[in-house]
């Protein structure tokens, strides 16, 4: 079954950096576009960014771009957001999804499964 499990979240100073990952399974990684959301307290979820499955384009919300880089290893299947300049906005509990469909043409925010999530907190 389809499985994501996030890791490297913890408390950040604000200036401060983190990366995340996402160790994928149970489908075929290299097929399916992926994207980081997050949940602030309160608030609603917001897709923060997304990777075309051959990791040739990426998109970024604006609260992010800059900031915060998408990558992926499609030969370990582990996904990547690497967090620079972190601010305590960015505090949220931080989502792995997979694409609904796979090898679309592009990236689109949609999702069918999503791991468990890894809280990111900055604060000084």
């Known amino acids: 079954q389809v499985q994501l499990v996030e890791s490297g979240g913890g408390l950040a100073q604000p200036g401060g950096s983190l990366r995340l990952s996402c160790a994928a399974s149970?489908?075929?990684?290299?097929?399916?576009?992926m994207s980081w959301a997050r949940q602030a307290p309160g608030k609603g979820l917001e897709w923060v960014s997304g990777?075309?499955?051959?990791?040739?384009?990426?998109y970024y919300a604006d609260s992010v771009k800059g900031r915060f880089t998408i990558s992926r290893d499609n030969a370990k299947n582990t996904l990547y957001l690497q967090m620079n300049s972190l601010k305590p906005e960015d505090t949220a509990l931080y989502y792995c999804?997979?694409?609904?469909?796979?090898?679309?043409?592009?990236?689109?925010?949609?999702?069918?499964?999503w791991g468990q999530g890894t809280q990111v907190t900055v604060s000084s």
């Open positions: 999804a997979k694409d609904t469909v796979p090898l679309r043409a592009g990236w689109a925010p949609e999702s069918d499964y």
């Open positions: 149970g489908f075929t990684f290299s097929s399916y576009a």
């Open positions: 990777i075309y499955s051959d990791g040739s384009d990426t």
